[in-house]
């Protein structure tokens, strides 16, 4: 059964930063792992994703250069870096994680079958 348990959210300063975990279980390897994000009212966006087999990894223009993604496979974690936080940053954060083999952009939520519960990150000016 795999669970995604993400940690690292709270409360910042404009220009502060979080970094974000989300432990992963249940899988020994996972070909695709992404953060995504939803603010109160607006539609769930995917913020950054990694492709472990091609090498892909992807930001959303509004994170790119504020934000990295990495993995560490011997623990079966995924990280969020964050820094340079923004107010229009605050959101809950979800992991998520897929066995198969997919071809689209690791930031659409539709390529992924595996979320974990969130994180809240809450950006003040």
């Known amino acids: 059964q795999v669970q995604l348990v993400e940690s690292g959210g709270g409360s910042v300063q404009a220009g502060g930063s979080l970094r974000l975990s989300c432990a992963a279980s249940g899988a020994s390897y996972f070909r695709s792992m992404g953060w995504f994000r939803q603010a109160p009212g607006k539609e769930r966006e995917g913020v950054a994703g990694i492709r472990s087999g091609d090498g892909i990894i992807a930001y959303a223009n509004s994170v790119k250069g504020r934000f990295t993604i990495s993995q560490d496979n011997a623990k079966n974690t995924l990280y969020l870096e964050m820094n340079s936080l923004k107010p229009e940053d605050t959101a809950m954060y979800y992991c998520?994680?897929?066995?198969?083999?997919?071809?689209?952009?690791?930031?659409?939520?539709?390529?992924?079958?595996?979320w974990g519960q969130g994180t809240q990150v809450t950006v003040s000016s």
């Open positions: 998520a994680a897929d066995l198969g083999p997919r071809w689209a952009s690791v930031l659409r939520a539709d390529q992924y079958n595996y």
